[in-house]
């Protein structure tokens, strides 16, 4: 059976999809979060707890136009995933390769740089207020 996850490059690629196979796109992207990470390095406690909420807002959102803010970065990996740079994940924390955090310089989907700090209510309060 072919893994839903190689025909989702882009979100747009995500909103064809029936809302039925959500689930199954959403295990495979659990899968392969697990399988990139165990040999690259990462956080999956965090990433792994929020990949339904990833799939859900870029299913729902027209990102990058609707602004996604994570409250700690390594929410972020299956938001990664869906947005165009899952060909380059096993690069995910190494030099020279993506970051663990959203980071705006490496693609229109990261709607600010975001760490450990806690500072999603402040930066989405900013963005809204700049509408």
Known sequence: MERLLDSV??????KKLPVQALPRLSHELRQFIISTVSGAG???ASSLGAVEIAVALHYVLNAPEDKIVWDVGHQAYAHKILTGR??????????GGISGFPRP???VYDAFGVGHSST???AALGMASAR
Not at 9 to 14: E, G, M, R, S
Not at 86 to 95: E, H
């Open 120 to 122: 999603s209510i402040s």
């Open 42 to 44: 990462g956080h999956l």
């Open 9 to 14: 490059i882009f979100p747009a690629d995500l």
């Open 105 to 107: 310089a490496e693609s």
């Open 86 to 95: 899952r060909a380059v994940f096993s690069t995910l924390r190494q030099m």
